[in-house]
Nanobody, 122 residues
């Protein structure tokens, strides 16, 4: 069962912007903490941004000040606005619902979608 469909990726030059969208079919979407992950070739998947069911946000240090996560519960959609993109942001981006397993530690707990490719040229 497909739970998340990501879109909005593409090829941009360094310094450019993209807005990613993730549409969810999860019935409990409005009650879920959500996150955006990325995975570059040869690297582990990393959580770059999260938003709680109440709208509180957190970011990885590598994207803080450049990326903004938001959500629209009526549309069951979570967004990632990415500004001032860098070549090191190149990766496949996925969204997923999160579960907190410890202080400052969240893990993905849903099925992974296809993701959307973001490529930033220098």
């Amino acid at each position: 069962q497909v739970q998340f469909v990501e879109s909005g990726g593409g090829l941009v030059q360094a310094g450019g912007s993209l807005r990613l969208s993730c549409v969810s079919s999860v019935i409990t979407f409005s009650s879920e903490d959500m996150g955006w992950y990325r995975q570059a070739p040869g690297n582990q998947r990393e959580l770059v941004a999260s938003i709680s069911l109440r709208g509180s946000t957190n970011y990885a240090d590598s994207v803080k000040g450049r990326f903004t996560i938001s959500r629209n519960n009526a549309k069951k959609t979570v967004y990632l606005q990415m500004n001032s993109l860098k070549p090191e942001d190149t990766a496949v981006y996925h969204c997923n619902k999160l579960r907190t397993v410890g202080p400052g530690t969240q893990i993905a707990r849903g099925s992974w979608g296809q993701g959307t490719q973001v490529t930033v040229s220098s």
